[in-house]
């Protein structure tokens, strides 16, 4: 399991998932930046070019929702591979 910074950790205790403006705030990004990133990962994932963690979301009645957990495992992948969205 990754570390989880006491910052990370506290938010992962209030929900297990996140609305897109939560998660975009999260990661300092805009919402449209980060449904750029589940575009990205789901066009590699289709061609099949995608064999590492994919963001984690789901989506319910239209709307997304991002796994904390999921988030910061991605997050250290996509870092430490120094992905390019």
Request: hydrophobic share 35%; aromatic share 4%; no cysteine.
């Given at each position: 399991m990754p570390a989880v910074t006491d910052e990370a950790y506290s938010m992962q205790t209030d929900s297990?998932?996140?609305?897109?403006?939560?998660?975009?705030?999260?990661?300092?990004?805009?919402?449209s930046q980060v449904k750029s990133i589940i575009s990205s990962e789901n066009a590699l994932r289709a061609q099949g070019?995608?064999?590492?963690?994919?963001f984690p979301y789901i989506v319910v009645q239209n709307e997304i929702y991002?796994?904390?957990?999921?988030?910061i495992s991605w997050l250290e992948g996509a870092t430490?591979?120094?992905?390019?969205y």
């Open positions: 297990p998932l996140m609305t897109l403006e939560q998660t975009a705030e999260f990661l300092n990004l805009t919402e070019d995608s064999e590492e963690v994919s991002v796994s904390q957990i999921g988030l430490r591979e120094r992905r390019i």
